[in-house]
C-alpha cells in the first residue's frame, strides 16, 4: 500500500506598500497551500513518488501550483511534473533567506512548465547531472515554447553549486522575435560557514534576432541568532537596451516553535529614472 502524507501552511500578515508614491496597507493573507504526497515502493530498489500541492488562499478559488510524479532507482531518478519552476538563483544565492523575496520583482519569478527532467546518480561524491525538456506558459499574448537544458549539482559539506544551460525554440510566428528566448545559463553557489551561511547566483539570458542580453545577479547572508534568523540579500537586473532594476531585501524570523514563526520582512527595490518602492510586512506562519 502507498503511503500518503499530507502537509501545508497557513500564513496572515500586516501589509504596507509604497509603489509610485502611493502607500496602501492592510491585512493579507500570504501563505495557504496544502500538499498530498505518495510513494510506492516497487521493489528492486525502485520506487514511485507523487505530489499534489494546491493553493488555498482566498475566499472562492482553489488553484493547483504543482503536480509531480518521480520514478528513482540505481539508475538515478525520472520527474514528471506540471509545476511552477523557481528562479533558479535565489535559492543558493539567498541561502535559508527569511525576507519577503525579489523574485518576480528585480529578477525573474516562478515560471509554469510542463517538465520531464532525468537525474542521474552520484558519479562522485556530492555530484549529479541532469537534462530536461519543459513546455514554458508565459504571459498573456505570448503564448509558449520549450525550452532542453542541461546542468550539474554538487553538494558536498558546507559548499552546494548548480549549474545550467537552456536553449529555447519553437515560439509561434505572432511572437515579436526581440521577446524570444535563445539561451540561458545559470550558476549559483552557497557556503555554510557555521556562523552564517552566505551564497551568490548569477543568470545571463539572450534573446533572438537582437544580440541583446539580460543579466541578473543575486548575494546574500543569512545568519542565525538565538531564536532569531536574519537574512540580506541583494539584487541586481541588467536589462541590456531597457531600464535595470536592483533592490536589497531584508528578514528578521522569530521562530515561536518548529513550525511557527512570526517574521518581519522589508525590501526596497527601484527602477533607473524612477522613485524606489517598498513593501514591508509583519507575518503570523506556520507549516503542518
Known amino acids: 500500500m502507498a503511503q500518503v502524507t499530507m502537509s501545508g501552511e497557513a500564513g496572515f500578515a500586516y501589509v504596507s506598500d509604497k509603489t509610485a508614491g502611493v502607500t496602501t496597507s492592510g491585512m493579507a493573507q500570504t501563505d495557504g497551500s496544502v500538499t498530498i504526497a505518495a510513494t510506492d515502493d516497487l521493489g528492486g530498489g525502485m520506487k514511485l513518488s507523487a505530489a499534489h500541492t494546491v493553493d488555498l488562499k482566498g475566499r472562492s478559488a482553489v488553484t493547483a501550483e504543482n503536480s509531480t510524479m518521480v520514478l528513482s532507482g540505481a539508475f538515478g531518478s525520472v520527474l514528471m511534473g506540471a509545476i511552477n519552476a523557481g528562479n533558479g538563483i535565489i535559492g543558493k544565492g539567498a541561502p535559508g533567506a527569511v525576507g519577503r523575496g525579489l523574485d518576480g520583482v528585480?529578477?525573474?519569478?516562478?515560471?509554469?512548465?510542463?517538465?520531464?527532467?532525468?537525474?542521474?546518480?552520484?558519479?562522485?561524491?556530492?555530484?549529479?547531472?541532469?537534462?530536461?525538456?519543459?513546455?514554458?506558459?508565459?504571459?498573456?499574448?505570448?503564448?509558449?515554447?520549450?525550452?532542453?537544458?542541461?546542468?550539474?549539482?554538487?553538494?558536498?559539506?558546507?559548499?552546494?553549486?548548480?549549474?545550467?544551460?537552456?536553449?529555447?525554440?519553437?515560439y509561434a510566428a505572432s511572437v515579436a522575435l526581440?521577446?524570444?528566448?535563445?539561451?540561458?545559463?545559470?550558476?549559483?553557489?552557497?557556503?555554510?560557514?557555521?556562523?552564517?551561511?552566505?551564497?551568490?547566483g548569477t543568470q545571463a539570458k539572450s534573446y533572438q534576432g537582437t544580440g541583446v542580453d539580460n543579466n541578473q545577479t543575486v548575494m546574500g547572508v543569512t545568519a542565525p541568532v538565538g531564536a532569531f534568523t536574519v537574512s540580506l540579500a541583494r539584487v541586481t537586473n541588467d536589462n541590456g537596451a531597457a531600464a535595470d532594476q536592483s533592490g536589497t531585501d531584508l528578514g528578521i524570523n522569530y521562530a515561536l516553535s518548529k513550525r511557527t514563526a512570526l517574521n518581519f520582512s522589508s525590501l526596497k527595490f527601484k527602477t533607473d529614472g524612477a522613485a524606489s518602492d517598498t513593501k514591508t510586512r509583519l507575518r503570523l506562519k506556520t507549516t503542518f
Open 106 to 170: 528585480v529578477v525573474d519569478g516562478d515560471t509554469p512548465v510542463d517538465l520531464i527532467q532525468y537525474t542521474s546518480p552520484e558519479l562522485m561524491t556530492g555530484l549529479n547531472v541532469f537534462v530536461n525538456t519543459a513546455e514554458i506558459t508565459v504571459g498573456a499574448g505570448n503564448g509558449s515554447f520549450q525550452g532542453t537544458g542541461m546542468g550539474v549539482n554538487y553538494s558536498a559539506g558546507p559548499l552546494a553549486v548548480t549549474f545550467d544551460s537552456t536553449n529555447y525554440s519553437g
Open 178 to 200: 526581440a521577446t524570444q528566448l535563445d539561451s540561458r545559463q545559470r550558476l549559483s553557489f552557497s557556503y555554510d560557514m557555521g556562523v552564517a551561511k552566505v551564497g551568490y
